[in-house]
């Protein structure tokens, strides 16, 4: 079921030589700016990008992370900039959206990958708990859209916003406020896409499966048998993201707008995800 890089995802030699199926040059001259850029997510999609010849902006709250993840994109001749700050305060969003225009003087691609979330459970979440994961997913993605549409808007340029999500056609248990703010998420995405549409800005989300990183020793080994409870019996990794991303935001994607890319292995198809372990109560014999 699991392999030896459950926890490490790919190594950044790997995430450098990974083969892509996107020529060299495909996001040349763009600008990307990635939230939670430091996670495992981010950092794939942050690498990709700028092997495609894009210049990476990253923003999350870590900043030796951010360092760090400047420093690997550095060593591969990638043009970057990185940003600490936190996109749960709208204030600190605007200032980040000033700043990527005055360095870089246009900004093409958002990726909201910026998340977060902690299994528990429903009666043990406290309001602050419930509130981080909400404000980071929900509000922290709806201000980097605002933001990013009004400079898009006020200077006649077009955009495109790629959103992380999750699976939301079959209950999260274990993590429901996970669940509420993915939710929220992808209809506001399919409504801003519409209203937004006259502007020329796309907007798109990826609903992501269990996805082979260091971000799922936190969850109990109860909840290991749900890791490749899919058709394809495996995980994904984290380049499966990636290209998603690229996918959306290139311009092979330039008719996709207000959809929903599946990335899970057909988990939304035939399959079950426990954070905390299935309960006895649900285990049946086939």
């Known amino acids: 079921m699991t392999g030896d890089n459950t926890y490490t995802g790919l190594s950044d030699a790997e995430l450098a030589s990974y083969p892509t199926v996107f020529r060299d ?16 997510i981010g950092r794939a999609t942050a690498v990709l990008a700028g092997r495609l010849g894009a210049t990476v902006v990253g923003c999350g709250r870590n900043a030796e992370s951010l360092a760090e993840l400047e420093r690997l994109l550095t060593g591969l001749d990638i043009p970057c900039s990185m940003h600490p700050m936190t996109i749960r305060d709208p204030e600190q ?9 005055a360095r870089h003087g246009r900004l093409d ?25 909400v404000e980071t997913i929900l509000y922290g993605t709806w201000y980097m859209m605002q933001e990013a549409a009004r400079r898009w808007i006020g200077k006649g340029r077009p955009g495109c916003v790629v959103n992380m999500a999750a699976l ?30 006259p502007q020329r800005i796309r907007i798109n989300c990826i609903a992501i499966g269990v996805i082979a990183g260091p971000g799922l020793v936190n969850y109990p080994p109860s909840a290991k048998p749900s890791f490749d409870h899919n058709p394809m019996r495996r995980m ?39 954070a905390l372990g299935k309960p006895d109560h649900f285990k049946i014999d086939e």
């Open 109 to 133: 691609v958002l990726v909201n990958n910026a998340g977060g979330q902690f299994a528990a459970p429903a009666l043990d979440i406290s309001p602050k708990g419930w509130h981080a994961v």
């Open 236 to 274: 994904g990794d984290v380049m499966d993201i990636a290209e998603a991303t690229v996918y959306l935001a290139a311009p092979s994607g330039k008719f996709i707008t207000g959809s929903v890319l599946t990335v899970d292995g057909g988990e939304d198809v035939w399959g079950e995800y426990w």
């Open 168 to 197: 939301t056609n079959h209950a999260q248990v274990g993590i429901p406020h996970t669940a509420a703010a993915r939710a929220g998420e992808i209809n506001l995405s399919k409504t801003l896409a519409v209203e937004w549409a």
């Open 93 to 101: 969003v605007a200032a980040l959206l000033d700043a990527v225009w």
């Open 25 to 40: 040059d495909l996001l040349r001259d763009q600008v990307v700016l990635i939230s939670g850029a430091a996670g495992a």
